[in-house]
């Protein structure tokens, strides 16, 4: 009877422990964000099972993610085994308030994430009205162009209407192939992509000299302002070249925008998030911490080499950016550009 | 090593389904979804690609064995061989029929194979040659081949195009605003890719199979079998050369995109059948040359269709679309440049395509006596726990997480796919319309605003102006010269 009671005590102590927990994608399964969550959870499971815990995903795809963000918020929010992964947040911005539920992405706790980084590549030969790509997602890239195109303009209609006069926005590009495609069969003058396809995709052309890295938007920075990307020397920063070509440094409305959502891109794109408080949240941070230690060389090949980080410094520091005239001058240009 | 074990574990799978009258390589796809779901792959999504290529091969090997004992086609790609296989089956001859078609179509399938593997190389100079204008005469082509070549029903098909492409339009539009979703949020995503292909081809499929009257199985003869056997691979030596024209065939008609899947395997036997009207054995009645021709085009027409998927994610047959969706569940973009500069990638598919076609070639050849057997065995014990599976796989793959959803979709699209088969309306045509849709809309965007701002576009791009014209012409003269191969 003794054992038995022992063996009770032991099977409830381990239950008590050992925790399942939800990790919530808030796109379909089949996505670069599942994609990124899958990789990383992978990975982070084999550091959770050392301290008796695991992770399963779950996929809540719906309205570019604010289905999953208010699921979580409606239905799971007081659940301390509850995981969310960040996507951007642009939507945070641009879809209007009462649709988030109450939802507020300032008021959780960021576990950490990875921080992203993009090149902007142009033909060597472009010439006029340059072919760009647009989509929902190249909205920045877009607003990149237009700024180093046109420099620093009094308002955002004027940046605007200087940029769409330079430029031919090309829509049709639902995911990153096709745009390539486009790129490399001289349909558009611009692409962007990540560091990972610079080495790849774009190759031989940098090579040949038929393409350029434009620019670089660069990762965010602890503050939260845009720094040199950890991937170049900085001679390709976006603020660097603005300020060579243009004579002085990017400011107004329309950068302050711009400079925002790239921000949210670089430091909220792939972060993850639980409830304030947890009482998990110290492991899952340690483990985070651990699982980006022990498994560099191979989270570095599947998901790039770009830094990772953890806390909550960052993800604050880029909401304290979100001010009035910041989602205002977002709204503005979100809606013009479509 | 682990690929050996993961090969192997293909040809058992895709070989067993194969072996499943009337379940083809499409369930066998359906089914991996949920496989993917349980099963982390060790070596990560690169032995997947090779389980599901390794599948895919063996499963139609394995397709033959129910056309040959039972009259019944495993799937569209062996139909053909039905036709000449079942007579020598009903003559005592089963052995060699069986001998004869998986060894023909084990050989193409490695002889072709290597050719497709040849072409990799020169990617770089198609993307230059192909770039989205000829893309999108391609999709046109492709649209119209589908509906005007594989079936009488031209005008049918071409409304089956039209059901697809408002299927596939479904959803988020380009501007990340949803889509003809009549508010249903479970609909912002789209329909899911696992839904319509079960919806349309597997369940009806299942359905009808319950009710199937199904013939005396022809047994294999146990003193005949060796000598059957062997003489069966003397004549596909023997008769090498139409093996290789109807491998030709099957690999060109497999090259055109939307079209592979029993076209080639049906021209090949024709054009045998026309070549051979003279022979004592009546094609239909049990000449060998028939099972050749048609086998020749069976596993050759796979690699040929394999290729537009992966180079231009234009499917070269339902079975690539699903497969294509199941590879970018996984993580690849098929179609997309990165699946091409991926050498792992490539070494998987088409390491696994020829390695998976010579095993299970091997295994088939060897074991035929035995497997033969399982024909014995009632359709509707295999049918029940088959549509069980696929109904487990469409919600274990969507990870439970909206069942009610699946179902309700699931029922709708099970119901318009026994409609489509039932008016004959095409539902490959369907379902490629379907998957095509995103590709088809953002290329038509790419090219009113790149493109045809510029009048002289058609004669800068010559190719899509050949694509257009052939387009055109099929779909106006392809009714005389097609029959319904659905």
Known sequence: MKKLYLLMVLLLSTSVFAETFTYIVPAAIDGGNAKWAQKFTKEWNKELAKEGHDIILRYVPGQGGLKGFTKYHTEMSDDNLVLVQSKGFFDYVTVPESSWKGFDPTAVD??????????????????????????????????????????????????????????????????????????????????RDGFSHMSKTYKEEIKSGETLIWFTHGTVTDSGDMGVDPNTDGSLDFHKLFEDKHGAAPSGEFYDAYITLSTMRSGLGKWVFTKKDNPFYDVLVKTFNKTVENSRKSLAKSLGVYPWNTGNTIPLSIFARLNETTTKSIRAINGAIK | MIEVGIILAAVLYGGLIGLIPSAGPGKAIILLFSIIALFDFPGGDYLFVLFSIV??????????????????PGASGSAATMVDGYPLAKQGRASYALSAAIFTSTINGVIFGA????????????????????????????????????????????LSVGGGLFIGSIGFNLYGIPRHTAGIEYLNDGIPIVIVVAGLFAIPEILEALTLRRGDVIKVEKNTHKAQTWEGIRDSIKHKWISLQGGAVGYITGLM??????????????????????????????????????????????????????????PGNKMYAILMALWIYVGFEVGDLSVMEDTKFLTHLFGGYMVGTVIAGILMIVLARYLSRLMEVKLAYWMVPLGLLIIWSILSSRHYVTVQ????????????????????????????AYVLFEKLEGTFYMMKGIYFINNDVWLEHPLMTIFFILSVLILFYGRKVTMNYN
């Open chain 2, 405 to 432: 959803e699946d179902l309700i979709l699931l029922t709708v699209f099970s119901y318009i796919g026994y409609l489509c088969k039932s008016f004959k309306f095409s539902r490959p045509a369907l379902l490629m």
């Open chain 2, 55 to 72: 599948t895919v091969v063996s499963c139609s090997i394995g397709d033959s064995f129910a056309s040959v004992l039972l009259g019944i």
């Open chain 2, 257 to 314: 995109p939307g079209t592979a899947g029993g076209i080639g395997d049906w021209v090949a036997y024709a054009l045998v059948a026309s070549q051979n009207k003279k022979d004592k054995i009546k094609f239909g009645e049990g000449n060998i040359k028939g099972v050749i021709g048609s086998e020749g085009a069976n596993n050759s027409g796979k690699m040929g269709a394999l290729l537009p998927t992966i180079i231009f994610g234009i």
């Open chain 2, 115 to 158: 050719l497709g593997l040849l072409i990799i190389p020169y990617y770089p100079v198609v993307v230059k040659v192909i770039g989205i204008p000829e893309i999108f005469g391609l999709l046109i082509l492709a649209f119209c081949m589908i509906s005007a070549l594989t079936t009488k029903h031209t005008i049918r098909s071409l």
């Open chain 1, 110 to 191: 960021y576990i950490g994430g990875q921080l992203q980084g993009t090149f902007v590549f142009i033909k060597s030969n472009a010439e006029g009205t340059l072919n760009i790509p647009y989509a929902p997602n190249l909205l920045i890239d877009a607003m990149g162009i237009y700024l180093m195109l046109c420099g620093n303009l009094p308002t955002i209609e004027e940046t605007m209407a200087c940029g769409d006069a330079k430029t031919n926005r090309i829509i049709g590009f639902k995911g990153m192939g096709s745009m390539r495609m486009a790129y490399l069969s001289d349909g558009l003058d611009v692409a």
